[in-house]
């Protein structure tokens, strides 16, 4: 792949990081993605389109609204250079086609559930299905429509149990912590134990389905491994604070696990037979 479409990926990844910043703020507050443009959240200015250069702009106004000089999340600069990592990482790796291209657009959607998923602790359903529709239709025969579809559906049912497993296992550990329910039958404490005992949401269940579809089952397995390495740190930071606290988003590292195992692929097949020869 040559240096100048690599440069086009991520220049392009950049302008569709602008415009995931623009989903990642509206969407969870239901206002068109659309329409209005961009304005400044605190002044009402509309900005100028020299405003909105990815990157770069964020950079010249030293992170401000060039009208009132409110500080502008790096989250914006942020996702742009993210996106233009995407956009050029997945294209040097597969050249530019339609199968490439649609790649990019599930990662790129994979960064905005974990951007949004950072802030509020969920992910909107909407956008998830559409990443997950999105992975099964990245086909190269037809059999791989089928294909996809079974490896997202083992992994969506294999998050399931392991999510049925893992909240047991907190059940019987508030349960063992606490004298009053320890006198009562479970039949009468199981369902009426507070949502915090789930210990995965459901747009997790979704990213793995998404994940299963992409990589494979053997692959999608490696990547959720490596996302609870990945996560094993952050997990230890929160040790002792409130449960709410606690509850630490997990998409980001799914997501940048399926990332890391997509574009190292070949790298992790080789390791994986080296461990069976
Ligand atoms: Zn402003």
Redesign the pocket.
């Known amino acids: 792949m040559g240096a100048i479409e690599i440069g086009l990926a991520a220049l392009f990844g950049a302008i569709v990081g602008s415009f995931l910043n623009v989903v990642i703020y509206r969407l969870p507050l239901g206002q068109s993605i659309v329409y209005p443009s961009s304005a400044?959240p605190?002044?009402n200015?509309n900005l100028k389109p020299w405003h909105n250069i990815p990157i770069l702009s964020w950079l010249f106004l030293s992170g401000k609204?060039a009208?009132?000089k409110?500080s502008i999340s790096v989250q914006y600069p942020l996702v742009e250079l993210a996106s233009a990592l995407i956009a050029a990482s997945i294209i040097a790796k597969m050249g530019l086609t339609v199968q490439s291209s649609l790649v990019a657009v599930v990662f790129l959607l994979l960064l905005t559930l974990s951007v949004i998923d950072y802030y509020y602790k969920m992910a909107p359903d909407s956008l998830n299905l559409l990443t997950l529709t999105l992975a099964i239709l990245v086909i190269f025969t037809p059999q791989d429509l089928l294909e996809n579809f079974k490896n997202a559906l083992l992994l969506a049912g294999g998050m399931a149990l392991l999510r049925f497993y893992l909240s047991y296992y907190l059940f019987v550990k508030i349960r063992g912590m606490s004298i009053n329910l320890k006198k009562s039958p479970w039949t009468k404490n199981y369902n009426a134990l507070p949502r915090m005992v789930e210990a995965m949401g459901e747009a997790d269940i979704m990213v793995a389905a998404t994940m299963g579809a992409l990589l494979g089952v053997k692959l999608a397995l490696c990547a959720i491994f490596l996302s609870a390495i990945i996560a094993m740190p952050f997990m230890l930071l929160q040790r002792g604070k409130s449960d709410e606290e606690q509850r630490v988003p997990f998409i980001p590292f799914l997501a940048v696990a399926t990332l890391i195992v997509y574009l190292l692929d070949s790298q992790i097949y080789r390791f994986l037979e080296g461990l069976y020869a």
């Open positions: 400044c605190k002044c200015n609204c009208y009132c409110e």
